[in-house]
């Protein structure tokens, strides 16, 4: 059982930076691999980045890649979502999810979800 919990949201201007931050517990976070999505109201959960169990893959969507950075600290037993250059376009809730060993692009394949952190770009 993994439970997650993020933080690291709030308002930013367009162009600005955050950082998220996706707290687990459990002592096997370390075989999960972690994704990060966001979703707005009446649209379905979007991808947005996902990571290996071991750090060494990352894969993003095309609408972010080159802005933001998805990272593991397994000791700490927390994954980050680093977002540069944000825009408007990027104002979601943000989500991380788990799933055992390995990254996929959907959210059904992802067992465990935190509560979502707010996110909002103003232009």
């Known amino acids: 059982q993994v439970q997650l919990v993020e933080s690291g949201g709030g308002l930013v201007q367009a162009g600005g930076s955050l950082r998220l931050s996706c707290a687990a517990s459990g002592r096997t976070f370390s075989r999960y691999a972690m994704g990060w999505f966001r979703q707005v109201p009446g649209k379905e959960r979007e991808f947005v980045a996902t990571?290996?169990?071991?750090?060494?893959?990352?894969l993003y969507a095309d609408s972010v890649k080159g802005r933001f950075t998805i990272s593991r600290d397994n000791a700490k037993i927390t994954a980050y979502l680093q977002m540069n250059s944000l825009k408007p376009e990027d104002t979601a809730v943000y989500y991380c999810?788990?799933?055992?060993?390995?990254?996929?692009?959907?959210?059904?394949?992802?067992?465990?979800w935190g509560q979502g952190t707010q996110v909002t770009v103003s232009s």
């Open positions: 990571i290996t169990w071991s750090g060494g893959s990352t």
């Open positions: 999810a788990a799933r055992y060993y390995g990254s996929s692009y959907y959210p059904s394949d992802y067992a465990y």
